[in-house]
């Protein structure tokens, strides 16, 4: 949320170190980007030199639109207008007034006042809503690597998405997750809750990046990056 944010600047730089350390580790033939609002993780991967295939989700209307562009002039990366959820359906989207807080839950008070408004509902979109389990034949035609990067950007409804995605878990070599640590979100998941889903999986927290705080200095939202240890180091396969 733009008012609360952490140094763009700093939060950028660290989660590319991060990632470009994962991507010299792996070898990385499919990225699949849950969120991608106007394309800034697909774009941001291309500048650390990552050239493999890119399949993005955007379920609002004008953030899919920029994201489109972007895709049809990279050639390698495809963009699908769908939100990624537990079950197949569509659901109903509030477009936030800063359409990167666009989130199928309603905010909460505390998120109200943190972001100053921004998180509020200008309108709201029916969406077609999948899971990633029954889209995965289709993401398969995409991959030319051992590898796949998940990145999960929803706004509260991670859970879901992994819900959705649990026969695939386990070919998956790293997801990142934007998860809040506060409650922005009515009913929205948090750090703690992802956790409990992937370490039990064998998936490690590899990092952690601030992504905004609170007027009180308290950490709102995190990146996080899980990732299968035995895939990054040979001698624990």
């Known amino acids: ?84 959820g537990a079950a197949d359906g569509t659901a109903r989207i509030g477009v936030a007034a800063s359409s990167d807080l666009s989130s199928l839950l309603d905010p909460t008070p505390y998120g109200e006042r943190v972001s100053r408004g921004l998180i509020h509902a200008e309108r709201h979109e029916a969406v077609e809503v999948r899971t990633l389990d029954g889209v995965r034949h289709e993401l398969e035609e995409h991959r030319d690597g051992a590898d796949v990067l998940v990145k999960i950007d929803v706004q509260g409804t991670e859970l879901d998405v992994l819900a959705g995605m649990s026969e695939w878990l386990a070919d998956i070599a790293v997801v990142q997750v934007e998860v809040g640590v506060q409650q922005i979100y009515q009913g929205g998941q948090r750090f703690e809750d992802v956790f409990a889903v992937l370490e039990p999986l064998g998936f490690a927290l590899t990092g952690v990046v ?21 895939r990054l180091d040979p001698e624990r396969r």
């Not at 990385?28 to 990552?50: F, K, N, P, S």
């Not at 609170?214 to 990056?225: G, K, Q, S």
Request: a negative charge; proline letters at 6%; aromatic letters at 6%.
């Open 210 to 230: 601030p992504v905004t705080r609170d007027p009180a200095l308290c950490i709102v939202e995190l990146d996080c990056t899980f990732a299968q240890p035995s």
């Open 1 to 84: 949320m733009p008012s609360a944010r952490v140094s763009a600047g700093l939060h950028r730089a660290v989660l590319a170190e991060h990632l470009k350390a994962l991507l010299e580790r792996l070898e990385v033939g499919l990225v699949v980007d849950i969120g991608a609002h106007e394309g800034q993780y697909g774009t941001m991967l291309r500048g650390l030199g990552y050239a493999g295939p890119i399949v993005s989700f955007e379920p609002v209307g004008t953030a899919f639109e920029v994201l489109a562009g972007h895709a049809h002039r990279d050639g390698r990366w495809v963009a699908n207008q769908l939100a990624i």
